[in-house]
């Protein structure tokens, strides 16, 4: 028999939807420096911090004191080289901030011009490391880079962004475990799932293979975002790899008619209609079967063979077939009459005529197909006896002897 590639094209439309999916933001930051100059010493600051958290102990809503602290813990911060070792002083720069809420003020605006542009500073430069190409080069760097992404989160535990792209580092990277927990950390910031965060968070889910919980994911994102041609193409790669092929077509039969340009969605549809008529064929084709397959069972048989058949023939005229094309779709209505040949035995009279009828239908929309792969490829013998074999199914026996002579089958 000949062999659909039915895992490739599967593969190649679940890479289709998530191409773009880690594409780096290229978002510029202003990058800031110490204005101290060399004379700043941390250790005369770390002395002079102490002495500021002695008086704000005594006096813990003097705001004047509250800033200077800010100040200094920002100082030491930009003059502390390793960003691994900032992230205790932008931690209590955030709760500087965040005590200054709980009492029902504002935050100082120099207190929130200083978290932004310590915020900028150390995302900016993690994009910066982020952006070399270099798989070696991220290696290297990696720790860093996590941690610049880290400082930022520290510093707004709100910013998306931030977790987006420490999720990215640790992606690239290989630890899939971590990114994972990074973007839902990042979920649990609202009650409504985000749907930025939620797509990549389910993608990651299916990637470490829990389909069980991409598919619940994809499925709440869908809800919310019924129109979404990413989320519900990413469902319906979850639903593929779940063996729910039924729920896989609906979903693509709806892509399909939404994007009627986007050929990789009719392609996907096809691999899954083919792969459930197979089941279905081979379910009824069983040794033990005893019953006639019923009537019904057949039209419904038909009715995917008919549609598959209208995908191919409307991609056939809407751009020209590859070779693998060409394959798939020759290895469709070929495998197809087969399937169609097994279950004659069970069928009843009238739908014996009709399972004829359509198996020598597909024979002869198989022909040209491989016709023209062993005209392309005239060294390819697998082309060669495929094409053999039909002529011998059609009765063309002086086709197949001649095929047979030339190329000494």
Known sequence: MIYLKTRKALLMFIWTAFGVFFTLSCSQFNQTSSDNGSEFSIESSLEKLEQINSQL????????????????????????????????????????????????????????????????????????????????????QFETIAAHFENAIAINPDSLVAYNLLANTFYRHGDLNDAITTLETASEKSSDVNPDIGEKLAYLYLESGNIEKSIQLYSDLKQQNPQSPHIRHGLANAYILNQQHEEAVEILRSLSDDYPTRFEYQEALATELYFLMGKKAESASQPNQEEQISASDIETLIEIVNEVDDIFETLKGSLPFTEEQLVRSGAFYYNTSVKLSNIKSIAGQNSQNVLENMQVEMLEKALPLWEKLTENHPGNIDYIRNLHDIYVKLGRDEDAENLQRSFNL
Do not use: C, F, H, M
């Open 57 to 140: 102990s005594d006096e813990p809503n003097n705001r004047d004191l509250q800033l200077e602290k800010a100040e200094l813990l920002y100082a030491i911060s930009v003059a502390t080289s390793s960003p691994a070792q900032r992230k205790p002083y932008y931690q209590n720069l955030r709760d500087l901030a965040e005590s200054q809420k709980q009492t029902g003020q504002e935050v100082q605006p120099e207190l929130k011009n200083i978290l932004t542009k310590a915020w900028s500073s150390e995302q900016g430069d993690g994009i910066r490391l982020l952006q070399q190409d270099r798989s070696e080069y991220l290696d290297q």
